[in-house]
């Protein structure tokens, strides 16, 4: 059994109507035919098109990618050098994603009541000392509260980020702006990658460093590119930019005449209907994807540099999956195409623990990494498109939230299943609960139309 959604639709001036010669603005380019859609050119057109605050946002998600991506990648390898028993690294790792259940609808609250570059700036902030303080703890304590810091900061990030690129581009646009903040993340995170593979052997060669130390220099320079993040965030103006052609919009879940309280109403009930599938996926996530590095050192014997130049193949297979997934989108449908891309995700997951070398496991990590976040674009563009602008940020803190809430489940015992059942287990749950989700989604919104 299955939901229909019916969605009001905004009256529009025009519909796409043969090519216009592009205006000054080039956030005012008019689409172009349905043939021209599936050009490079189209494309390029859209992407090229954003300017001013879209474009520091999109300077500050890179600074915040390459300080969260070094911290990120050797996080769970630091915790693992300090507590080497994988039951502990569990316990310990889970700790930023219990404060992001706790702090994440509040966050979403502070987004939509105060300023939404403030508050990105202040996720930034907190980012950085989470880091610093990972550099220079000297006891289980300081570690604790450095991961307290550290989901505090991302439960304030997304809401925040969310509500901004909203704000700063037409709603036709807006899957690609949030593609394009996916494609400039994916690079940077990969840049990352590449300099925490590169350091670790020179730490190790060059200076003598053991792996401990050589992460907390790692730290160090993660929390000074925040720092650098917080200035562009702050410098971003404020208000609604990009939204003067009419042309641009799409239909809506609600309607601009709709009661506001039975407005809001309607998209909370879609957003927790949509966040479910996501909340099943997040709980076979929490299982594996925080611990791939741990898992190709302890099951193929590689080192850390191996694993990162993985990574930085994966970001850069992940940034050209973002490029493409909005055009891809438009022509198949937004959920047909997160449905066929999370499936693929979910065969790549399933093969990865029957490789019998690192060689082999590396194709399907990187396939399933690229297809299974291909969608996160498109799934955030929609959220965004079913309630008001005053809820963006509660929106994305309830979609965060129940994902996050799994998730934190699974990462909290994905060490004792690998210390107890062995480190292939959590592949099983993961892939189970992936496929429930996929099938879930299909089945609810298959019928639900683009906004």
Avoid at 96 to 111: K, Q
Avoid at 187 to 200: F, P, Q, R
């Amino acid at each position: 059994m299955h939901t229909t959604f019916t969605f009001l639709v905004r009256p529009s001036s025009g519909g796409i109507e043969g090519e216009v010669a592009p205006p000054q603005d080039p956030e005012e380019i008019p689409p172009l035919p349905d043939m021209e859609q599936r050009s490079l050119r189209y494309m390029m057109r859209i992407y090229g098109g954003f300017k001013g605050s879209a474009r520091m946002l999109l300077a500050a998600s890179f600074l915040t990618a390459i300080g969260g991506g070094m911290s990120w990648f050797v996080l769970i390898l630091y915790i693992h050098e300090l507590f080497p028993e994988l039951t502990n690294v569990g316990y310990i790792f889970s700790i930023a994603s219990w404060t992001i259940v706790f702090f994440i609808l509040p966050s979403g609250w502070l987004v939509d009541r105060f300023d939404h570059r403030k508050m990105l700036a202040l996720s930034l902030l907190l980012g950085g000392l989470s880091m610093a303080m990972f550099a220079t703890a000297q006891g289980l304590w300081m570690i604790v509260l450095a991961q307290i810091l550290n989901g505090a900061a991302m439960a304030l990030n997304r809401p925040a980020f969310s509500a901004l690129m909203t704000e700063k581009t037409s709603d036709r646009r807006r899957k690609y702006l949030f593609a394009l903040q996916s494609m400039v993340s994916m690079v940077g995170i990969a840049i990352a990658s590449a300099m925490a593979g590169a350091w670790t052997i020179m730490a190790r060669e060059t200076f003598g460093m053991e792996l401990e130390e050589a992460y907390r220099v790692m730290f160090i320079l993660a929390a000074l590119t925040n720092m650098f993040a917080v200035v562009i965030a702050l410098a971003i103006r404020p208000g609604e930019e990009g939204r003067e052609d009419k042309k641009e919009e799409l239909p809506s879940l609600v309607d601009d005449e709709e009661d506001d309280t039975e407005a809001r109403k309607k998209g909370l009930r879609f957003i927790v209907r949509f966040s479910t599938p996501m909340a099943l996926i997040g709980f076979g996530a929490g299982f594996v994807v925080p611990y791939f590095q741990l898992y190709y050192i302890l099951k193929f014997d590689v080192d850390v540099a191996q694993v990162a130049w993985l990574f930085v193949a994966t970001q850069i297979a992940m940034g050209l999956s973002f490029f493409f997934i909005p055009n891809l989108a438009e022509r198949r449908g937004s959920v047909n195409t997160v449905v066929l891309t999370q499936a693929i995700a979910v065969i790549n997951l399933a093969l990865i623990p029957f490789a019998p070398v690192f060689l082999m496991a590396a194709p399907f990590h990187l396939m399933r990494m690229a297809m299974m976040n291909a969608s996160t674009p498109i799934q955030n563009s929609l959220m965004m498109g079913a309630v008001r602008p005053a809820d963006r940020g509660k929106a994305a803190a309830v979609g965060q939230m129940m994902w996050t809430v799994t998730n934190s489940i699974g990462i909290t015992f994905a060490g004792f299943v690998m210390d107890n059942y062995g480190i292939d287990t959590p592949f099983i749950i993961a892939v189970s609960f992936y496929s429930a989700a996929v099938v879930l989604f299909f089945c609810w919104f298959r019928n639900v139309k683009e906004m």
